[in-house]
């Protein structure tokens, strides 16, 4: 006996693709796009063309390859859980200095750290303190923020590094352009594992509250 198949399977195959698809491109930082095409485009004609639906094929294949099939089972769930990676980097880049961040408390300096990094990293470094890594102290708030920023994509990097290549590439690509996510150093392969772990116990724990 022959097995027909519905014929609403492909439709649905090619919804789900299409799906993700848009997902993927509208989730991409402009500045991607914007090294790719040219870097004078203005931020509302990058939006224009990563909203065109026509475009979109080209956009991530000119970005992720041509072989990226998002139809098939290499399309992973999402490793950050569809959490923004600059949070993710930011949890993980105030832990990596929270000693530095404990000893922060002046009203003046404490308010140059929250305003970038926000008031729930800080609170997060503070809570996982016996977590941190870096024992040399910065005092300078502003340095601290280029220091967190930087180990804490470093720190991103190294752990999606030991994901499967189609994941890791849809989270990179929705960070700008040059963030050190793209070149961790080999401190942060080290320590990304135990750091990411706390941070990713983190984010599960909100979404499970929701």
Do not use: Y
């Not at 030991?162 to 320590?191: F, K, M, Q, S, Y």
């Amino acid at each position: 006996m022959s097995v027909s198949t519905s014929p609403t399977e492909p439709n649905r195959s090619f919804t789900l693709a299409s799906d993700r698809l848009r997902e993927l491109v509208a989730s991409i930082h402009p500045s991607r796009f914007a090294a790719c095409l040219d870097p004078l485009l203005s931020p509302a004609t990058l939006l224009r063309l990563q909203q065109c639906f026509r475009l979109q094929p080209r956009l991530a294949a000119l970005l992720v390859g041509h072989e990226v099939d998002v139809s098939g089972a290499g399309w992973n769930e999402d490793p950050l859980l569809g959490h923004d990676p600059r949070r993710a980097a930011l949890l993980a880049g105030g832990l990596w200095h929270a000693r530095s961040v404990l000893k922060l408390v002046s009203k003046h300096d404490l308010s140059i750290l929250i305003k970038t990094i926000g008031a729930e990293a800080h609170a997060f470094a503070i809570r996982h303190l016996s977590s941190a890594v870096a024992t040399t102290p910065i005092a300078d708030p502003e340095h601290l923020l280029r220091q967190i920023e930087h180990d804490g994509h470093a720190c991103l990097g190294a752990w999606l590094d030991e994901a499967p290549a189609l994941d890791r590439i849809r989270v990179l690509l929705r960070l700008p352009v040059g963030t050190a996510a793209e070149n961790p150093a080999a401190e942060h392969r080290c320590a990304a594992g135990p750091l990411l772990s706390l941070v990713m116990a983190h984010l599960r724990a909100e979404a499970a509250t929701v």
